[in-house]
T-cell receptor, first 114, second 114 residues
Framework: DAGVIQSPRHEVTEMGQEVTLRCKPI?????LFWYRQTMMRGLELLIY????????DSGMPEDRFSAKMPNASFSTLKIQPSEPRDSAVYFC????????????FGPGTRLTVL | DQQVKQNSPSLSVQEGRISILNCDYT??????FLWYKKYPAEGPTFLIS?????DKNEDGRFTVFLNKSAKHLSLHIVPSQPGDSAVYFC?????????????FGRGTSLIVHP
């Protein structure tokens, strides 16, 4: 059974470029979460969706960040334009809101903005 | 201001001994607590959880203790094994908008020496 799938695993880009991170949640899960992990701030929740609807995006750092979930099996996190301070590991996680409270994380995308 | 604190960034333990990882929280609305384990280049994986109505939950070598009055929880690993070497994240959550939304600590890196 496939877990949460994220792509790409690594992304190196130049400042000012657009970056799109992708996530496929576990089939049947109805909640999806985007996190960012940095040394300074640890694991931060950026945004989460319930049944494809964004519920709370208060963790999104700036207007340069946007996230979409067009259907139950796909979500994107976009940064435009990217900046060096966006360099971090970005995790996607999914869960079933009526089930256990644990989340299932993908392997993460390591983003480096030069 | 951090609502979930793991004050020890690292812990070193000898194989076979007990590992005790600690976590403090400030928000009394949290009613569900989880521990995740993270290996390098992988996403966090759920380890064990505890509801606020309990003070102890055990799963094999792993036991989580909750002291609500002190707003403190701890994870005990007995006996510790080299394969337990990882970063351990404490998370505290409350139900918001239909999902349990966790707030993570910054993690404790556990090293178990053979």
């Amino acid at each position: 059974d496939a877990g949460v799938i994220q792509s790409p695993r690594h992304e190196v880009t130049e400042m000012g470029q657009e970056v799109t991170l992708r996530c496929k949640p576990i089939s049947g899960h109805n909640s999806l979460f985007w996190y960012r992990q940095t040394m300074m701030r640890g694991l931060e929740l950026l945004i989460y969706f319930n049944n494809n609807v964004p519920i709370d995006d208060s963790g999104m750092p700036e207007d340069r960040f946007s996230a979409k979930m067009p259907n139950a099996s796909f979500s994107t996190l976009k940064i435009q334009p990217s900046e060096p301070r966006d360099s971090a590991v970005y995790f996607c996680a999914s869960s079933f809101s009526e089930g256990g409270n644990e989340q299932f994380f993908g392997p993460g995308t390591r983003l480096t903005v030069l | 201001d951090q609502q979930v604190k793991q004050n020890s960034p690292s812990l070193s333990v000898q194989e076979g001994r007990i590992s005790i990882l600690n976590c403090d929280y400030t928000n009394s609305m949290f009613d569900y607590f989880l521990w995740y384990k993270k290996y390098p280049a992988e996403g966090p994986t759920f380890l064990i959880s505890i509801s606020s109505i309990k003070d102890k939950n055990e799963d094999g070598r792993f036991t989580v203790f909750l002291n609500k009055s002190a707003k403190h929880l701890s994870l005990h690993i007995v006996p510790s094994q080299p394969g337990d070497s990882a970063v351990y994240f404490c998370a505290a959550s409350s139900r918001t908008g239909g999902s349990y939304i966790p707030t993570f600590g910054r993690g404790t890196s556990l090293i178990v020496h053979p």
